[in-house]
């Protein structure tokens, strides 16, 4: 069983870099039609799909994020990861990574395992 666990720090000053590390166990991130993703929920509002990279490498990110927005992976821990530059009040929110084994997806729902999720906050 897939089970994900994110790591970073939970408070980030305005205009820096957000950079969390999602640790993956019980699977291999480069498994064939594998894909991981960030998603995120700012306090009082819904669930976000932020990006994905997939077993591959291959990324795709949400047109409203992509110009802040990177996803990269280290295969030899098993670990993706989430840059979001230039960060304001408004990133702050709950990360979540998660899991699909149906290829690469932007829709939240496809997504059927999840990290705990970590609370970020982002001051001014």
């Known amino acids: 069983q897939v089970q994900l666990q994110e790591s970073g720090p939970g408070l980030v000053k305005s205009s820096q870099t957000l950079s969390l590390t999602c640790t993956v166990s019980?699977?291999?991130?480069?498994?064939?039609?594998?894909?991981w993703s960030w998603i995120r929920q700012p306090p009082g509002k819904g669930l976000e799909w932020m990006g994905v990279?997939?077993?591959?490498?291959?990324?795709y990110y949400s047109p409203s994020l992509k110009s802040r927005t990177s996803i990269s992976r280290n295969t030899h821990n098993n670990q993706f990861s989430l840059q979001l530059r230039s960060v304001v009040p408004e990133d702050t929110a709950v990360y979540y990574c998660?899991?699909?084994?149906?290829?690469?997806?932007?829709?939240?729902?496809?997504?059927?395992?999840w990290g705990q999720g970590t609370q970020v906050t982002v001051s001014s």
């Open positions: 019980g699977g291999s991130i480069t498994t064939h039609y594998y894909a």
């Open positions: 990279i997939a077993y591959d490498g291959s990324t």
């Open positions: 998660a899991f699909t084994s149906l290829g690469i997806a932007t829709s939240r729902d496809i997504y059927n395992i």
